[in-house]
């Protein structure tokens, strides 16, 4: 069975970092796109960034020269590295597989698989 783990939230102060991981299993984990959303209450699904199976990084405005997204292969994990946290990225952060490339990798239609997803408190 495909799944996704995903740890690392928590709660930090404005301007702090955290690290995300993400542990997939029983797939070629490689073979997939992997991409991380947010989703705060009251609001949509947000994309964040995705990475390719070759290492290719792509981000959403909000992350873009913030935050680093990375993968490792071997360890079947992909990982979302977030500085200079403000209050607005306040969120529950999920990732998931890519399975279509249909209408764009920012679209969480084009996932198929989520972790659970973990909590991300940026304190003022």
């Known amino acids: 069975q495909v799944q996704l783990v995903e740890s690392g939230g928590g709660l930090v102060q404005a301007g702090g970092s955290l690290r995300l991981s993400c542990v997939a299993s029983?797939?070629?984990?490689?073979?997939?796109?992997m991409g991380w959303f947010r989703q705060a209450p009251g609001k949509e699904r947000e994309f964040v960034a995705a990475?390719?199976?070759?290492?290719?990084?792509f981000y959403g405005d909000s992350a873009k020269g913030r935050f680093t997204i990375a993968r490792d292969n071997a360890k079947s994990t992909v990982y979302l590295q977030m500085n200079n946290l403000k209050p607005e990225d306040t969120a529950v952060y999920y990732c998931?597989?890519?399975?279509?490339?249909?209408?764009?990798?920012?679209?969480?239609?084009?996932?198929?698989?989520w972790g659970q997803g973990t909590q991300v408190t940026v304190s003022s």
């Open positions: 998931a597989r890519r399975v279509t490339s249909d209408s764009g990798l920012t679209n969480p239609n084009e996932y198929d698989t």
């Open positions: 029983a797939y070629r984990f490689s073979s997939y796109t």
């Open positions: 990475i390719s199976g070759s290492d290719s990084p």
